[in-house]
């Protein structure tokens, strides 16, 4: 689910003898995978590793990327306030969801480095549908999590009964025709 936010109408003054005026603008932005790849294949490093420090302009450049307006004045991204930064970190930290998990391994946590290839996997390996890359990323990895727990347990040798496969797979159909726009 996009986000809109709005720049306000200001006045930049750019060293050593210039200004530029900034016009009002709203923006959509989208927290997705396809953002955090666009995003790694120009800096080269892993977007979800709190361990990589990133930059004041790494993160503007996060927000071109998370960026479905056309047509943005590039100057406008030089020009974020705190009360819209802030707006775009609770963006990005909202889970989109009201699935929760029920952690017993979270004191350990998991060392592996994820990368947009690395989710791009578990999509494939989960079945999920490319187009899903375009969700608000912490519901993706929701899915993700969802579709890994319901197939551990089905290996594990709990059989889902009628009743689950049925409605499973109605969600299932009903979130691809959604996603492909079909009615049937």
């Known amino acids: 689910m996009p986000k809109i936010i709005t720049i306000p109408e200001t006045e930049l003054f750019v060293p050593p003898d210039r200004f530029i005026n900034i016009k009002e603008t709203t923006i959509k932005i989208e927290h997705s995978l396809v953002a955090i790849s666009k995003w790694e294949a120009k800096w080269h490093i892993p977007f979800l590793d709190n ?13 071109r990327c998370m ?5 943005v004045d590039p100057d406008v991204y030089n020009y974020i306030p705190e009360p819209v930064w802030k707006e775009i970190n ?3 930290d909202n889970p989109m969801t009201a699935t929760w998990f029920n952690d017993q391994n979270s004191k350990g946590g998991n060392r592996e480095i994820i990368t947009s290839e690395i989710v791009y996997y578990w999509m494939i390996a989960q079945n ?3 187009e899903y890359d375009k969700w608000h990323f912490n519901r993706l990895m929701t899915l993700i999590r969802v579709c890994s727990e319901k197939n551990a ?4 040798g709990k059989k889902m009964s009628k009743k689950s496969i049925l409605s499973q797979n109605k969600a299932l159909n009903a979130a691809r025709r959604k996603a492909s726009g079909s009615k049937g």
């Open 90 to 92: 609770e963006y990005i």
């Open 67 to 71: 960026t479905i307006s056309q047509n």
């Open 128 to 130: 999920i549908p490319p």
């Open 51 to 63: 361990r990589t420090e990133k930059t004041n302009e790494m993160m503007i450049d996060y927000v």
């Open 153 to 156: 347990e089905a290996s594990n």
